[in-house]
């Protein structure tokens, strides 16, 4: 698969958005949200995350089976803290 | 003789092969990296659950004036970064060198920042064993949140400093016109470990900083 070449205006684009997300997200924490402000750090966060792995890191680019690879390490990840936190959360 | 281009390695059919190879070999890594911290966070994830208000109280005694600043250096890197693993693709060999430089430097700038931190956490007294002294109630759990701030922004900390040093030897490589833009692909692999490093902050910056509201 030919790699593609991503326009300049893409990664700015993308830098810009980064940096705007950074700012809400140290701006929120200064605003009494209660439960929400843990819900509102970790959304952005993974909005940034999505945008480095899609673009800085060119998955959106890349061949499908990348997307397993890349899939895979979050998925066991994701089992970890369900499975472990299933435990700890229901104990009396 | 080979009847291949000596460009890619003779295992390789063609150019596109090999570097869809090398790639999958970084995310390999990378997937191994994710359950690496993952286990961290995952005693993280238990001791925030079981102690809300210890950690909430530790984390407010960390310097937002630290992270932020830091998240948008590592943010800036990783933007010099894609622009660098552009470059090469493109066999500028110049422009790709001194945005390997950049990125590097801001990686030093990172560590720099986080090593006043670290001065004045020593100062505040929020060492766990070494320098540790905590006035409010649960202090064990209070000293539990700084164990796990010292071994995951340490362990960030490490990360870098190895993609710095990788980074400037693939800025040497790129100034010797080691890296033609066929060739490119080491530097799309060096990019993809560095926005990794990123993203791992990324999340840092908000569990350990931002607990609650401030």
Known sequence: MPHTIVPTK??????VSLMALLAITVGLAYVDLGEFNFAAAMTISVAKAVLIVAFFMHLRYGQRLTWVFAGAGFFWLAIMLTLVMCDYATRP | MPDHSPVHAHQFETLEQQHDADTMGMWTFLATEVLFFGGLIMCYTFGRFSYPQAFEAASHRLYVGYGGPNTAILLCSSFTMALAARAAQLGRKRKATALLILTALFGVGFLIVKGFEYHTDYLEELVPRFRFHWDGPEAA?????????FVLTGLHAMHVTIGVVILMIVAVLSWRGRITAEKYVTVEIIG??????????????PLLYLIGHR
Do not use: K
Not at chain 2, 141 to 149: G, K, T
Not at chain 2, 192 to 205: R, T
């Open chain 1, 10 to 15: 893409t990664y700015v684009a993308i830098f």
């Open chain 2, 141 to 149: 759990h209070a000293e539990l949140f700084f164990w796990l701030y």
């Open chain 2, 192 to 205: 993809l470990y560095w926005h990794f490093v990123d993203i791992v902050w990324v999340f840092l910056f």
